[in-house]
């Protein structure tokens, strides 16, 4: 619930659907990160958009594309060493070795 007692009427969060397209607006800070992973798994659901990889906890995962080439970023920014199941086959950057479908050290990229 909003403090102070005048916001109580306001959403904190909303969802409007417009033409194909759908937007969120989420207006305060919600001290639970679950509420961010929960808006995100739901705004990927309703894009049909599915993960590239299914990374851990503290695993940081981005696409990037751009002139005929896609690479796969996989950043751990956990203390511990995390593994990362990734597309196998594909170059590692920084050794040229192929992937075997898993990163064992989750900091490395994948074309």
Not at 83 to 108: F, H, I, W
Request: glycine residues 10%; charged residues 25%; proline residues 6%.
């Amino acid at each position: 619930m909003y403090e102070p007692w005048y916001l109580r009427k306001f959403a904190a969060a909303t969802r409007n659907a417009c033409g194909k397209g759908t937007s969120y607006y989420v207006g305060t800070i919600i001290k639970e990160p679950a509420f961010y992973d929960a808006l995100i798994a739901e705004v990927l659901k309703a894009a049909k958009v599915r993960p590239a990889v299914r990374p851990p906890e503290g695993v940081e995962v981005s696409v990037r594309q751009g002139r005929g080439k896609r690479l796969l970023f996989v950043i751990n920014h956990a203390e511990q060493r995390q593994s990362v199941t990734v597309p196998a086959g594909k170059t590692e950057l920084l050794t040229g070795k192929r992937t075997g479908g898993n990163c064992g050290s989750a900091d490395t990229a994948w074309p």
